[in-house]
């Protein structure tokens, strides 16, 4: 679909990619960027994906958008805009509360959201809760 868009546009529309998954392949079809919530909290490893592509590092550019899958799946922890502000807040960011009707996570899902974080290498975990590599 983003391939059609870009073939039929003119030289002044830009295709941008909406959702934080397609980046790297609507960059590689000839799109000129994304608008990605996720870039409010690894705005970097939002970058590096255009910048890689742009350069013609498919395969660095490829490997950002993996590293960002965990990030975008964990939209799914609950309503939007509710964990990328807790996200932001994790990060040091003051984004806020989410207010109603959006309700905040529950404790489950903002642990399973700090671990992403903690994989992405933005927040720390508890030393007690850290795995030791022996």
């Not at 030393?127 to 030791?132: E, H, I, M």
Request: net charge positive; proline share 4%; aromatic share 6%.
């Amino acid at each position: 679909m983003t391939l059609e868009y870009v073939s039929k546009s003119d030289s002044k529309v830009s295709v941008l990619a909406g959702c934080n998954t397609l980046v790297y392949s609507t960059l590689v079809a000839g799109g000129s960027g994304a608008i990605a919530a996720t870039a409010n909290v690894v705005p970097e490893l939002v970058v590096s994906i255009f910048d890689n592509a742009i350069s013609g590092d498919y395969s660095k550019a490829l490997e950002a958008q993996n590293r960002l899958a965990p990030l975008r799946a964990a939209f799914d922890l609950g309503t939007f805009p509710s964990v990328v502000k807790e996200a932001a807040n994790m990060i040091g960011l003051s984004a806020g509360h989410c207010r109603k009707p959006v309700s905040p996570l529950d404790t489950i899902s903002r642990e399973s959201l700090r671990k992403i974080l903690a994989g992405l290498g933005v927040v720390t975990l508890p030393s007690s809760r850290r795995t030791k590599k022996w």
